[in-house]
């Protein structure tokens, strides 16, 4: 029955091709016919592979396609997202004392215009709370407390990923002068993903496969930055030029799908390292009111991307004893683009602020995201 498969699977292609591919669905057309052997007897993957084998023209790539291996790049894409805290958090021009800060937010993303990593829609959505110390006027430290989740939907399938991250951030501010801040954060989270992946394909005689394949992984994120805010008055306006440096790195373990009628893969660990520079320019204006203060501001920015290149992934089929790599790769990351922000902040009598801001990314080169977040702050007595 092995010879039966092996010389079934010979017919799959006019050779062998390449062990590694730049597109995903080139990459498992081209190696059906190294990796069907592999199969073991009256398993579903030999079965696959037999009506791959007697499909009619085109079988490979429309099997290749209907596998949809290029959403398996999307669970480390979505992860290099920006994870420093919100700009109200990390703030230094506070008052001595101790205070308590809780914020929330929520965005939406959109993956498009990719060469060989999927298209999806995504959900994300985040609630923070911390305390932080001021020693003296010009310091403070902070603890900030951190949970987040993303829920990204893949267009051209029913294939989904689903993230949640959980973890701690320490903070610290310095002024040297009124007019010059510096910030800094660094911390971990530990997280998990729920990933399931479409698996759709009708062959020239009629065979059609419908399925899902899923798996849950585990993940943990580091992250560190440092900013530096300069702050100029004038003409009852404040201007504030900001930038700095961004650094995070998620490790997602390795895991094996169960279910894929014999389509199953195996994935191995994948380390994902961000390091982005930002540099922005801000305008806001201090306003008096019957209740407090309020400053409106807004603030336009640049982003670039110095690390986290395009890099081939190695994925294997479960059922196949040999364990036949098929390898792709990844898409280049976007090295720059720009964001925008317009936003508020309230002081209130008694100690007591709140903020609130709309993010919006522009200029990237596939990856839209917009972002409401809102926070409230209490000084302690």
């Known amino acids: 029955m092995r010879a039966l498969a092996c010389v079934l699977a010979g017919l799959l292609a006019l050779s062998t091709g390449p062990a590694r591919a730049q597109a995903p669905d080139d990459a498992l057309a081209s ?23 007697n499909g009619g023209p ?9 596998n949809f291996l290029g959403e398996i790049p999307g669970q480390g894409r979505a992860a290099t997202r920006d994870g420093a805290p919100d700009k109200a958090e990390a703030r230094s021009e506070l008052g001595g004392g101790w205070s308590v800060f809780a914020s929330a937010d929520s965005g939406r993303l959109k993956r498009r215009d990719g060469i060989n990593e999927a298209p999806f829609d995504g959900d994300t959505w985040a609630l923070s709370a911390g305390v932080d110390w001021a020693p003296h006027e010009r310091w403070r430290l902070g603890l900030l407390a951190s949970h987040a989740r993303e829920e990204l939907d893949f267009l051209a399938s029913d294939g989904s990923t689903r993230t949640r991250y959980g973890g701690a951030l320490l903070m610290l501010g310095w002024m040297p002068v009124d007019a010059l801040s510096v910030d800094a954060y660094a911390g ?15 062959l020239p005689d009629g065979t059609s496969v419908q399925t899902l ?13 440092l900013g530096l805010s300069w702050s100029q008055p004038a003409a009852g306006w404040e201007w504030q030029v900001s930038g700095g440096v961004d650094w995070q790195r998620t490790e997602i373990e390795a895991y094996s799908e169960t279910g894929g009628a014999g389509l199953a893969i195996s994935v191995p660990g994948r380390s994902i390292t961000s390091h982005r520079g930002r540099l922005d320019l801000g305008l806001s204006r201090t306003v008096s009111a019957s209740w407090g203060v309020w400053q409106p501001l807004a603030r336009v920015g640049w982003r670039h991307e110095f690390a986290n290149p ?28 720009g964001e925008a922000a317009l936003g508020a902040v309230f002081v209130f009598p008694g100690g007591q602020s709140a903020f609130i801001e709309w993010r919006q990314r522009f200029g990237h080169g596939f990856l ?8 409230w702050r209490i000084e302690l007595p």
């Open 368 to 375: 839209d995201e917009r972002l409401l977040a809102l926070g």
């Open 188 to 202: 971990w989270l530990d997280g998990d993903y729920a990933l399931r992946r479409a698996i759709d394909y009708t």
């Open 58 to 66: 085109g079988s490979r790539d429309l099997s290749a396609a209907g």
């Open 213 to 225: 394949a899923s798996a849950d992984a585990s993940a943990r994120r580091r992250l560190a930055g």
């Open 310 to 337: 395009s890099r081939p992934l190695a994925v294997r089929f479960v059922g196949d004893a040999n364990g036949t790599p098929v390898v792709f790769e990844t898409d280049d990351a976007d090295a720059d683009w």
């Open 31 to 53: 190696l059906w016919s190294a990796l069907c052997p592999g199969a073991a007897p009256g398993s579903d993957l030999e079965q696959r592979c037999l009506e791959i084998a």
